[in-house]
């Protein structure tokens, strides 16, 4: 548990359920919960596109074009790699007081199926490279407005948008009624599986979008180490190797001359022997079992390209038992300027320790480590499997039906992750039974799409007049 989450949970525990509830009412003479549905930009409101520069200033320089290209090709995925800017939009926002360890970055698509260490289907969170403690209405704001942009692409006209939002608030709000109910233990065993999904899917979807679920919960099952070792390498003199694909997947061994190539293979290696210092007993046991033989720096995401990102291939009993990390950049938070820097010194740990806090259950080789970079520089990183069991949302196919019930979904994982570390009984109370917090932030969520879409068209511009590069990819 991290910083001021941490303090909230300890007074917390002291405090009668009462004595919450009446704190969490009280927020409401703080920030009404009409007011959410307030979004005006500040007068002083700093270039989109400088923020974007600001950011890319610190990363991979041949791969920053990647990322603009990416961002202009719509308002969503825009907004993908937008969580720097919102957050600084967020932090002139009203807030109730209630924190909770934040996601950061809680759109849509950062909600998907993962695989559990009992090799269940769950759904859950996924991305926490923005994660720190905070009010908990700006992940549930950022959830909404991606709502909104996304039923925009698909062509829903008002109404269907502000059903698909009511619906994913609503379930937020109902659901942390339920947890503010629940024992503590109760509430840390929570968790939506691959069964639950199924009769969510059966009583609220179609029958196209009951297909839909059934080929994306198969397709999960399929998305491993073994799937990513057959489409990502290839034998090479009797050796397994990473296959280049530039510049999405370049092996070190083009990136750099033999000598440096040398060295920072050393480096990678022990920066996979030092992370596993991180992990559990069993797990660090499991993880000495393999050894590395290749990696290559991937690019990965949307907001995350040009952050340093490696894969490592490990064999283990022979050549065709594999197992891929991703090694990837933590960086300060996005949210640090405007709720204070994260407890941990390693922002790695920051990472780990918010996702380990928020999600169900996490990947068994989740870890963290700090090591130099082609650069020579120190950088964070923190590591996970490639691929586990991972299944995404494709908006573009989903009816307005479709897309409330997966906001649903959406809106019942945030509220159990909230109620992990923030007071949930302080938090039902301040949201109510009523609904004004609902239509508060369907209001909100227009409001701020349209200024995603404003930003989006300064990017444009930006790429168009030769101010900032963008390519394919």
Same mark, same amino acid.
């Given at each position: 548990?991290?910083?001021?989450?941490?303090?909230?949970?300890?007074?917390?525990?002291?405090?009668?359920?009462?004595?919450?509830?009446?704190?969490?009412?009280?927020?409401?003479?703080?920030?009404?919960?009409?007011?959410?549905?307030?979004?005006?930009?500040?007068?002083?409101?700093?270039?989109?596109?400088?923020?974007?520069?600001?950011?890319?200033?610190?990363?991979?320089?041949?791969?920053?074009?990647?990322?603009?290209?990416?961002?202009?090709?719509?308002?969503?995925?825009?907004?993908?790699?937008?969580?720097?800017?919102?957050?600084?939009?967020?932090?002139?926002?009203?807030?109730?007081?209630?924190?909770?360890?934040?996601?950061?970055?809680?759109?849509?698509?950062?909600?998907?199926?993962?695989?559990?260490?009992?090799?269940?289907?769950?759904?859950?969170?996924?991305?926490?490279?923005?994660?720190?403690?905070?009010?908990?209405?700006?992940?549930?704001?950022?959830?909404?407005?991606?709502?909104?942009?996304? !039923?925009?692409?698909?062509?829903?006209?008002?109404?269907?948008?502000?059903?698909?939002?009511?619906?994913?608030?609503?379930?937020?709000?109902?659901?942390?009624?339920?947890?503010?109910?629940?024992?503590?233990?109760?509430?840390?065993?929570?968790?939506?599986?691959?069964?639950?999904?199924?009769?969510?899917?059966? !009583?609220?979807?179609?029958?196209?979008?009951?297909?839909?679920?059934?080929?994306?919960?198969?397709?999960?099952?399929?998305?491993?180490?073994?799937?990513?070792? #057959?489409?990502?390498?290839?034998?090479?003199?009797?050796?397994?190797?990473?296959?280049?694909?530039?510049?999405?997947?370049?092996?070190?061994?083009?990136?750099?001359?033999?000598?440096?190539?040398?060295?920072?293979?050393?480096?990678?290696?022990?920066?996979?022997?030092?992370?596993?210092?991180?992990?559990?007993?069993?797990?660090?046991?499991?993880?000495?079992?393999?050894?590395?033989?290749?990696?290559?720096?991937?690019?990965?995401?949307?907001?995350?390209?040009?952050?340093?990102?490696?894969?490592?291939?490990?064999?283990?009993?022979?050549?065709?038992?594999?197992?891929?990390?991703?090694?990837?950049?933590?960086?300060?938070?996005?949210?640090?300027?405007?709720? !204070?820097?994260?407890?941990?010194?390693?922002?790695?740990?920051?990472?780990?320790?918010?996702?380990?806090?928020?999600?169900?259950?996490?990947?068994?080789?989740?870890?963290?480590?700090?090591?130099?970079?082609?650069?020579?520089? #120190?950088?964070?990183?923190?590591?996970?499997?490639?691929?586990?069991?991972?299944?995404?949302?494709?908006?573009?196919?989903?009816?307005?039906?479709?897309?409330?019930?997966? !906001?649903?979904?959406?809106?019942?994982?945030?509220?159990?992750?909230?109620?992990?570390?923030?007071?949930?009984?302080?938090?039902?109370?301040?949201?109510?039974?009523? #609904?004004?917090?609902?239509?508060?932030?369907?209001?909100?969520?227009?409001?701020?799409?349209?200024?995603?879409?404003?930003?989006?068209?300064?990017?444009?511009?930006?790429?168009?007049?030769?101010?900032?590069?963008?390519?394919?990819?």
């Amino acid at each position: 548990m991290t910083g001021n989450t941490a303090v909230t949970e300890l007074n917390a525990r002291w405090q009668t359920p009462e004595e919450r509830a009446a704190r969490g009412r009280a927020g409401r003479a703080r920030a009404p919960r009409s007011g959410h549905a307030e979004y005006e930009p500040a007068p002083d409101r700093a270039d989109p596109v400088d923020l974007l520069e600001r950011q890319s200033a610190a990363r991979v320089q041949e791969l920053v074009p990647i990322r603009y290209g990416r961002m202009t090709e719509s308002p969503f995925r825009f907004y993908r790699g937008a969580a720097a800017i919102m957050a600084a939009d967020l932090a002139g926002t009203p807030v109730s007081g209630l924190r909770a360890q934040l996601c950061g970055d809680a759109h849509m698509l950062n909600f998907r199926l993962l695989g559990s260490p009992e090799r269940n289907l769950l759904f859950d969170i996924n991305d926490f490279d923005e994660t720190l403690p905070g009010p908990w209405e700006w992940d549930v704001k950022r959830l909404a407005a991606s709502l909104v942009i996304a !039923g925009r692409e698909n062509g829903y006209d008002d109404g269907e948008r502000a059903d698909v939002v009511r619906a994913a608030v609503r379930s937020y709000r109902e659901r942390m009624h339920e947890f503010a109910g629940m024992r503590d233990l109760d509430v840390w065993y929570a968790k939506a599986d691959a069964e639950q999904l199924q009769v969510v899917a059966d !009583g609220e979807l179609h029958k196209r979008g009951r297909k839909q679920l059934a080929e994306a919960l198969e397709k999960a099952r399929t998305r491993d180490s073994l799937q990513a070792f #057959e489409k990502l390498t290839h034998l090479e003199g009797g050796e397994r190797r990473i296959t280049a694909t530039p510049p999405l997947v370049v092996p070190v061994a083009d990136l750099l001359p033999d000598r440096e190539r040398g060295e920072f293979q050393e480096r990678i290696q022990d920066l996979i022997e030092r992370y596993g210092a991180t992990l559990q007993s069993d797990r660090q046991h499991l993880l000495r079992r393999f050894s590395v033989v290749d990696m290559a720096r991937k690019v990965v995401g949307v907001g995350s390209v040009g952050t340093r990102c490696w894969i490592v291939l490990l064999l283990g009993r022979d050549g065709e038992d594999p197992l891929f990390l991703q090694a990837k950049e933590a960086d300060e938070s996005v949210l640090a300027r405007h709720v !204070g820097a994260s407890e941990y010194a390693e922002q790695g740990e920051r990472v780990v320790s918010g996702q380990r806090l928020m999600q169900a259950a996490s990947d068994i080789f989740l870890g963290w480590a700090g090591a130099h970079g082609i650069d020579g520089r #120190e950088r964070d990183f923190y590591v996970r499997q490639l691929r586990d069991w991972k299944g995404i949302a494709e908006p573009a196919l989903m009816v307005p039906r479709g897309m409330a019930t997966f !906001g649903e979904m959406c809106g019942a994982t945030l509220a159990r992750a909230h109620a992990r570390s923030g007071d949930r009984i302080a938090v039902a109370a301040y949201l109510g039974r009523g #609904e004004a917090f609902d239509h508060a932030l369907v209001t909100f969520a227009e409001s701020y799409a349209d200024q995603n879409e404003r930003d989006f068209q300064a990017l444009v511009a930006a790429v168009k007049s030769g101010r900032v590069p963008a390519e394919e990819a």
